[in-house]
């Protein structure tokens, strides 16, 4: 009797697995996006940043001038902005920022 409760008790136990597995496979992503797009201040120019390449200190450093000018850029309505918690940073590179408004963080027309 005893080896029939230790036999249906490891199918059980199996089904249990198996089912646990299934789910943890199908569940849902987390939605977070594998890319982000940043924008040079100084150029202009978008970049298409994977998670890697998009960790570190704000700004980044840009790829093609070496220089530290790269923000997250946010797209609404058709128009880009940067986001409001980097207006300090963004006025302290006045000189170097040819494409954003530090008012309303929007790109310059």
């Known amino acids: 009797m005893s080896g029939k409760i230790r036999v249906i008790g490891g199918i059980v136990l199996a089904v249990a697995v198996a089912l646990l597995l299934v789910w943890w496979l199908s569940k849902p992503s987390t939605g977070l ?3 982000f797009e940043f924008v040079c201040v100084e150029t202009g120019k978008v970049y298409n940043l994977t998670r890697a390449e998009a960790a570190g200190v704000l ?3 840009n790829p093609d ?6 923000f997250p ?3 609404r309505d058709g128009k880009q902005f ?3 918690r980097y ?3 963004l006025e302290q590179m006045k000189d170097e920022n040819k494409f954003f408004d530090t008012t309303t963080m929007a790109r310059k027309q």
């Open 33 to 35: 996006p594998s890319r």
């Open 65 to 70: 001038t070496g220089r530290r000018s790269l």
């Open 87 to 89: 207006r300090d940073s």
């Open 82 to 84: 940067i986001d409001q």
């Open 59 to 61: 700004p980044l450093k």
């Open 73 to 75: 850029l946010t797209v």
